[in-house]
């Protein structure tokens, strides 16, 4: 069963073709990997899903409805939560309420007028929010602000955020890029663990090959605004046309 | 208690506190002494420290939480004190109406107000308040001079229906009260030199603002409130977790107006007149300065805020060269004359120059306002791990 199908999607900033008539079809519970040089399109594509770009052509079905010309927010209720590539938290608050605030949405949705009940008395909520920061080992972190953090940190705690709200599928737009290799291997491991506990889908993208192959099931390759190819990882590997991609375009450092 | 938390409950008592003694420590020095005259214990403006705390509080919801810099609160002001006024004309002169229906209007003008201007963000939304509040001021002055009396504005006339009133006995001048109780009615207490000042309306006024304030520290804690701080912090983020920005700025954008219309009731209660002066843009910029100068996003900043600026508004203004002479009598001559010379451009007229020196100063030294001020003398004195609750929810290294 797929939960996410791209089809025939295209989108045009000026002359630039970002995305050229993209097919892909990401079946649940799965890791799939989304993976190609630097411009390739794959945070266009993202931001297509998430509703923050409306495509020229094309259409976009989550588990059966279409996302196309939903407003973010609308879509994250759905069941879609996003890690950005540069990590967005709310960074003049406590890592601790950084936590609750997805929860709250989880719950009360959209919009809540919910304003004489303290915070601390939502046991469950507030109880939620403890047990996920103790998951991601941020526990004793709780009080700092979050734009206080480490890099590695950061995307620790927006990783924390997104899962919170249990969503079906996770959308990461590389997740390891900047850490250190331990850090990168923690993640790994947390994504994994993720995967193997939960029903969740996880779309990402990767630069990282190592990340790629301890993690996916199925791989994208794009190059230009298109994918080239779209396989297991082992059938990925020696591809000629993965090769190409690859030195054709330019490397990120 | 109270369902507040121990920090919060220290500094709502103490406010508690401090407003019911207001009128014994806003008089400290004794009638006869040349310091009265830096008295603030007279009822004009106890009443005004209050209603300008409860203007700042609400502006505080709107600004100090999601960040939205609004520069036409006081339509909100004017809009509640005309419907007040016009309760007084047609209903009663007992204050509730008065001030039931203030805050009721000033909230469905706040709606209108707030859904137009929250189309934009930043320096676009600001002036689109600021449009609003200078239309209405217009608007008031000219084409509306039926309901607002135009320049002149309006007061309660011997001749209004006032339909829930008994006939006035002839000669005798419709009075605000609290079901009988008046407002104006004070009672003095002289101890040994000192006279102490208890007024009627400056407790009626009191109690709104500490309900109001109460209130404002219920929604500072609360999860509506954790959104409006987020608000503030990551719109972006807050879409992609599911939230709608749009609804919760709205929300707060309104509360700030209601705010704002009770204060404008409150000032009707106690003063029964309105003019559209009191939507001209300089009021609205005061409230901003109240906040700014107070401490924004704190919980008492605002009153203080507020209460430092009608302070010197009132008290700084009222100095001239004479007085400034009679206390440096006992100097020789030439000194005392450059010595009023250096402060004459401070006190008076030129009490604008000190406020805009003061504030200045905090913004620059004390972001955080007096309250931050507040909180570094604390500190210095070693109570270094309680910071007063105001940060509770910051960074406890
Ligand atoms: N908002 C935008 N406006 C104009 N061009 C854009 C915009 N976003 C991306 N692009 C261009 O689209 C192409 C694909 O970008 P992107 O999706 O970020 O690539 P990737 O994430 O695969 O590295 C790039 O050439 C980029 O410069
Ligand atoms: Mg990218």
């Known amino acids: 069963m797929s939960i996410l199908e791209i089809k025939n999607v295209s989108k045009r900033f000026g002359g630039l073709k970002a995305l050229d008539d993209v097919n892909i079809s990401v079946k649940e519970n799965t890791v799939h990997a989304i993976i190609g040089p630097n411009g390739a399109g794959k945070s266009t594509l993202l931001n297509v899903l998430v509703g923050k770009l409306i495509p020229d052509e094309g259409s976009v079905e989550f588990d059966g409805n279409s996302l196309i010309g939903r407003k973010p927010h609308e879509i994250n209720q759905m069941g879609v939560s996003r890690v950005f590539q540069t990590p967005e938290i709310f960074g003049d608050m406590t890592v601790y309420e950084n936590i609750l605030i997805p929860l709250f949405a989880k719950r009360d949705g959209a919009f809540r007028l919910h304003c004489i009940e303290h915070v601390e008395d939502e046991k469950d909520i507030v109880e939620k929010a403890k047990k996920m920061l103790q998951d991601v080992n941020m526990y004793e972190k709780l009080g700092m602000r979050a734009a206080s953090l480490s890099r590695g940190d950061k995307r620790r705690l927006e990783m924390a955020m997104c899962l919170s709200q249990e969503p079906r599928l996770l959308l990461l737009d590389e997740p390891t890029a900047g850490m250190a290799r331990a850090d990168t291997n923690n993640t790994i491991d947390l994504l994994r663990e993720i995967r193997e506990t939960r029903d969740i889908t996880l779309a990402i993208i990767e630069h990282d090959m190592h990340v790629v192959f301890s993690l996916a099931e199925h791989v994208t390759v794009m190059a230009r605004g298109t994918p080239l190819v779209d396989d297991k990882p082992e059938n990925i590997k020696g591809h000629p046309k993965v090769q190409e991609a690859y030195l054709g375009g330019h490397k990120e450092g | ?397």
């Open chain 2, 1 to 397: 208690m109270l369902g507040l938390s121990k920090s919060d409950i220290r500094i709502f008592l103490l406010v508690v506190v401090l407003t019911i003694f207001a009128p014994f420590i806003l008089n400290p020095f004794p009638e006869a002494s040349g310091l009265a005259q830096f008295n603030a214990g007279y009822p004009d403006l106890m009443q005004r420290f209050v209603i300008f705390g409860i203007f700042a509080i609400g502006f505080n919801i709107l600004f100090g939480l999601t960040g939205y810099l609004s520069f036409g609160h006081a339509a909100f002001l004017g809009v509640g004190s005309y419907a007040a006024i016009w309760m007084m004309k047609l209903l009663t002169m007992n204050v509730i109406p008065g001030i039931i229906m203030s805050v009721l209007i000033a909230g469905i003008f706040a709606v209108a107000v707030g859904y137009i201007s929250l189309k934009r963000t930043g320096i676009y939304f600001s002036i689109l308040t600021l449009a609003f509040a200078q239309m209405s001021f217009a608007l008031a002055y000219s084409v509306l001079t039926p309901i607002t009396g135009g320049e002149t504005g309006l007061q309660p006339k011997i001749s209004d229906p006032r339909m829930l009133d008994a006939a006035l006995a002839s000669g005798e001048a419709p009075r605000a009260n609290l079901f009988g109780l008046e407002m104006g009615t004070s009672y003095e207490l002289a101890l040994s030199g000192w006279v102490f000042t208890f007024n009627v309306g400056y407790y009626v006024a009191a109690i709104v603002m500490i309900i109001a304030l109460y209130i404002a520290i219920r929604i500072f804690r609360s999860p509506f409130g954790v959104m409006l701080r987020a608000v503030k912090s990551n719109q972006q983020r807050m879409r992609y977790t599911g939230l709608n920005p749009k609804p919760y700025t709205l929300a707060a954008f309104v509360i700030s107006g209601m705010y704002a219309g009770l204060a404008g009731g409150l000032m009707v209660a106690m003063d029964t007149q309105v003019g559209p002066e009191r939507m001209f843009w300089t009021a609205s910029g005061e409230v901003v300065l109240m906040t700014i100068l107070g401490g924004t996003g704190t919980i008492v900043g605002p009153i203080l805020g507020a209460g430092l600026i009608k302070y010197m508004e009132n008290i700084l203004s009222k100095i001239n060269a004479d007085i400034l002479y009679e206390w440096f009598a006992m100097l020789p001559d030439s000194i005392a004359d450059i010595l009023v010379f250096v402060i004459y451009p401070f006190i008076g007229k030129g009490w604008h120059l000190t406020l805009g020196i003061i504030f200045m100063c905090v913004v620059i030294f004390l972001p955080g306002g007096l309250v931050e001020g507040g909180q570094r003398i604390g500190n210095m004195f070693g109570r270094k791990k309680k910071t007063e609750g105001e940060k509770s929810s910051q960074p406890a290294e």
